[in-house]
């Protein structure tokens, strides 16, 4: 067979990766990652209603390419980003007598993303392992750049660390199988992208949508050049790509892991961090409004209609975020596609921005 070529490379010295974007490229697994390396036993990690739709395409490609396998399914869904499935997944590989040759596969969306990385980082001090992304989230976002985390009560991805994957397999037809609400979830981070560095994207986005592969291809390459400028998130740089997430995770949790999908919740956290831009960052009413109707346009929630009290959805955000002197250090937009940290965003802007989105 002839020879795939990887689209997007994450330049990262010795963690460099390759990321392979295509139509039907699940089948090519197997080969991929002995093109990487990879030697031991395949641990695939996945959750049930991924494994319905793409778990024998993926296990017959890592068989065909000579590696023996073990299956661990979690069930779908956010509450999986917890202690006690990663217990239980533990568990798991070790019954199944996971050696440290083994390289974990993550078979989903970014839930198991992150869930199976977080394994892989820990799990015998460490297991390489590569992303099989079957969401647009996924796709777009998570399976790039090495974040792993679970959540606690007190916030979103509070228990982590940094692993980077040794290969990410993008298979572009895998997330025609996604619900409506799935699908257009995704869509919150590729409209991030837009604001916070490519104008052109946003535009076009306001026009027509681009074949995903495009879509894909395109935002790996931003995240890939955010992660290789701050791979920890230590310069702040990294942290553009944190815009509307503020927000966003403290209505996830205050909602219940699960209630709002991630996108949903982002895109919330986006109109607001586009209101807290307006006050602190000099970003025009049209623009703001611009963002507003694109993320309408893909269905994604622009207001809040849970029965959320906001003191609750702040107490969230003040759990997880720092406040030094009543300030907190938050991402805002001066224009479409610029976006930068400041200092001068305090609790009364989020209460206020908060407010807003219940109106
Ligand atoms: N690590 C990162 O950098 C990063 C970036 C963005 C998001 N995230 C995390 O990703 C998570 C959200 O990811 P998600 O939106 O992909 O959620 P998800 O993994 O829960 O997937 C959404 C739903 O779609 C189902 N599904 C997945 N692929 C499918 C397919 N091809 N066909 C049919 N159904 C399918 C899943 O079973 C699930 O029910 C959040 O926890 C978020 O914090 C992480
Ligand atoms: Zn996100």
Redesign the pocket.
């Given at each position: 067979m002839a020879p795939l070529q990887p689209l997007v490379t994450v330049n990262l010295g010795v963690r460099s990766y390759p990321v392979y974007i295509g139509n039907g490229i699940i089948f090519e697994t197997g080969r991929l990652a002995r093109d990487v390396g990879l030697r031991g036993q395949a641990a695939i990690i996945t959750?049930?209603?991924?494994d319905q739709?793409?778990g024998s395409a993926l296990r017959e490609s890592i068989s065909q390419a000579g590696f023996k396998a073990s299956l661990h399914r979690v069930p779908?869904?956010?509450r999986?980003?917890s202690f006690a499935v990663l217990e239980t997944l533990t568990e798991s590989l070790a019954r199944a007598a996971v050696d440290r040759q083994a390289f974990v596969v993550a078979l989903?969306?970014?839930?198991?993303?992150?869930l199976a990385?977080l394994v892989a980082a820990i799990y015998r001090r460490g297991l390489p392992y590569i992303q099989v992304?079957?969401?647009?989230?996924?796709q777009v976002?998570?399976?790039?750049?090495?974040?792993?985390?679970i959540?606690l009560a007190a916030g979103?991805?509070l228990v982590?660390s940094f692993h980077q994957p040794r290969l990410v397999v993008t298979d572009t037809s895998?997330?025609?199988?996604?619900?409506v609400r799935?699908w257009n979830?995704?869509f919150a981070?590729i409209i991030k992208y837009g604001i916070i560095c490519d104008p052109s994207l946003f535009e076009q986005l306001e026009r027509s949508t681009p074949p995903l592969a495009e879509l894909v291809k395109r935002c790996v390459e931003i995240?890939a050049g955010f992660v290789e400028r701050d791979e920890q998130e230590r310069s702040g740089e990294r942290a553009l790509?944190n815009f509307g997430h503020t927000v966003g995770?403290g209505l996830?949790a205050a909602a219940g892991?699960?209630t709002l999908?991630?996108?949903e919740a982002?895109s919330l956290g986006m109109r607001a961090a586009a209101l807290i831009s307006m006050r602190r960052a000099g970003l025009q009413t049209a623009e703001a409004t611009r963002i507003q109707r694109l993320l309408e346009r893909y269905s994604l929630p622009t207001r809040l209609t849970l029965n959320l009290p906001p003191s609750r959805i702040l107490e969230k955000i003040l759990s997880d975020k720092k406040f030094i002197g009543g300030k907190i250090r938050f991402v805002v937009i001066p224009r479409l596609g610029a976006a930068q940290v400041t200092d001068e965003v305090g609790k009364e802007d989020l209460e206020w921005a908060i407010a807003s989105l219940a109106e």
């Open positions: 959750d049930e209603t991924v739709f793409y779908a869904g956010e999986s980003k989903g969306g970014g839930v198991i993303g992150d990385g992304p079957t969401t647009v989230m996924a976002d998570s399976a790039v750049g090495g974040k792993t985390a959540n979103k991805n982590g895998t997330p025609k199988t996604l619900g799935e979830e995704g981070e995240k790509l995770h996830e892991y699960g999908l991630h996108g982002v």
